[in-house]
């Protein structure tokens, strides 16, 4: 199972496609998309090139904005989403993807082409990962390695903390 994720390329997973708002959007509306595709992020990109620009997520709708007036829904996303937001490539690996969301502390990647694909511009995101939707896809496919029913006494945890 390992060898697989360290070599299955991101393109492998069913991609969801992002909400996408531009700089100008009022967080009420991002935040009423998020609700409604059941997103828990969405990608801020240039309505004239389609460039990405960034993204906004749950954590900082909790961590940046300021709850305190109701004004908050009249704010632009572009004043509390996340600037040049850490990406994956299409053809970087499932094990790339999960090793920058544990460093970086993210729940969410957008997508970008390849390497070399796209122009001199930072090209479009072709969709957007979230560690639930890798998880979903690894324990469809490895169902045994997450899932041990009827418990497996070689498995069964010797000590309180599993040693």
């Given at each position: 199972?390992?060898?697989?994720?360290?070599?299955?390329?991101?393109?492998?997973?069913?991609?969801?496609?992002?909400?996408?708002?531009?700089?100008?959007?009022?967080?009420?509306?991002?935040?009423?998309?998020?609700?409604?595709?059941?997103?828990?992020?969405?990608?801020?990109?240039?309505?004239?090139?389609?460039?990405?620009?960034?993204?906004?997520?749950?954590?900082?709708?909790?961590?940046?904005?300021?709850?305190?007036?109701?004004?908050?829904?009249?704010?632009?996303?572009?004043?509390?989403?996340?600037?040049?937001?850490?990406i994956i490539r299409q053809?970087?690996?499932?094990?790339?993807?999960?090793?920058?969301?544990?460093?970086?502390?993210?729940?969410?990647?957008?997508?970008?082409?390849?390497?070399?694909?796209?122009?001199?511009?930072?090209?479009?995101?072709?969709?957007?990962?979230?560690?639930?939707?890798?998880?979903?896809?690894?324990?469809?496919?490895?169902?045994?390695?997450?899932?041990?029913?009827?418990?497996?006494?070689?498995?069964?945890?010797?000590?309180?903390?599993?040693?």
């Open positions: 199972m390992l060898e697989t994720i360290a070599t299955l390329p991101i393109s492998s997973l069913p991609v969801r496609d992002p909400v996408q708002v531009p700089p100008d959007a009022l967080l009420g509306a991002v935040v009423e998309a998020m609700h409604e595709r059941r997103h828990g992020a969405a990608l801020v990109v240039e309505p004239d090139t389609g460039e990405l620009v960034g993204i906004f997520s749950e954590r900082d709708l909790i961590h940046r904005v300021d709850h305190g007036t109701g004004h908050w829904r009249a704010t632009p996303v572009s004043e509390v989403m996340t600037a040049r937001p850490m053809d970087d690996t499932v094990a790339e993807a999960l090793r920058r969301m544990h460093v970086g502390k993210r729940r969410h990647l957008p997508i970008l082409p390849a390497d070399g694909e796209g122009g001199p511009r930072r090209p479009t995101a072709l969709g957007i990962v979230s560690i639930r939707d890798i998880l979903g896809y690894l324990a469809a496919r490895f169902p045994a390695h997450f899932i041990n029913l009827p418990p497996d006494p070689d498995r069964e945890a010797r000590a309180p903390w599993g040693g």
